[in-house]
């Protein structure tokens, strides 16, 4: 089984940063990606950036030049460094991961954390 922790969010106003942090935990052998996903209440789950294990790192468009997603692959860890932040930004944060527990292909599975708050609001 694997757990992902998120930690970091938080109040903040508009024009400031926040650094998020996600570590993930339990029995894992490789991890394809990791990734920031936010919600608003009654709106879908979206992607705010992604790193795969290949190098490929996604952002959306609405984040571009200001948020910027790393990974201490050491530490099972990722990171996402938030500048510049506006009150559209305000949602519940999601860690996400795409991880073997095992060398065999079938034991990868997609894992979520439960959620860290940020608000942006003067």
């Known amino acids: 089984q694997v757990q992902l922790a998120e930690s970091g969010g938080g109040l903040v106003q508009p024009g400031g940063s926040l650094r998020l942090s996600c570590v993930a935990s339990?029995?894992?052998?490789?991890?394809?990606?990791m990734g920031w996903y936010r919600q608003i209440p009654g709106k879908q789950r979206e992607l705010v950036a992604s790193?795969?294990?290949?190098?490929?790192?996604d952002y959306a468009d609405s984040v571009k030049g200001r948020f910027t997603i790393s990974r201490d692959n050491s530490k099972n860890t990722a990171f996402l460094q938030m500048n510049n932040l506006r009150p559209d930004d305000t949602a519940t944060y999601y860690c996400h991961g795409g991880i073997l527990s095992s060398h065999y292909s079938d034991s990868y599975a997609e894992y979520w954390g439960r959620g860290t708050q940020v608000t942006v609001s003067s």
């Open positions: 339990g029995t894992i052998y490789s991890i394809y990606s």
């Open positions: 790193s795969a294990i290949d190098g490929r790192i």
